[in-house]
């Protein structure tokens, strides 16, 4: 990952054709170590190709990847089925520990700011 944010970065700076040396330099400009066959890698995967068409068709690809959220969606029909007031106990029920949380809080006698 740090590899592609060095060339991102070399892109940014005007650099259209980053070289392995250019990658290595902005790597160690922050202390990261480099490594040559992640280099050459990317380097061959990216050769001769425009920087901004690579992050086009990565969000393509990103777009079809599942990011979690539907796993929510599917539980609350399936508990809702069941009755109208299960959901809201539920809800009650977290609210009550939120509070809870908040109090034992205050509790502890000291503040971050002190």
């Known amino acids: 990952m740090k590899v ?12 259209t054709s ?14 990261a170590e480099a490594d040559d066959d992640r280099i050459e890698l990317l380097l061959s995967q990216v050769k ?10 990565g969000r393509e690809r990103l777009a079809s990847v599942p990011a979690g959220g539907g796993a ?13 007031p299960a959901p809201a106990a539920a809800e009650a ?3 009550e520990k939120v509070e809870e949380k908040e109090e ?3 509790d502890m006698g000291f503040s971050l700011f002190d």
Do not use: F, H, M, R
Not at 7 to 15: I, R
Not at 18 to 31: F, M, T, Y
Not at 72 to 84: D, L
């Open 4 to 15: 592609i944010a060095a060339y991102l970065l070399a892109c940014l700076g005007g650099n």
């Open 18 to 31: 980053p070289s392995a040396a250019d990658l290595k330099d902005i790597l160690a400009s922050v202390g």
């Open 48 to 57: 001769g190709k425009d920087i901004t068409e690579l992050i086009a068709a």
């Open 72 to 84: 929510v969606a599917v539980a609350a029909p399936a508990a809702g089925a069941g009755g109208g």
């Open 93 to 95: 029920k977290k609210e």
């Open 104 to 106: 034992s809080d205050e």
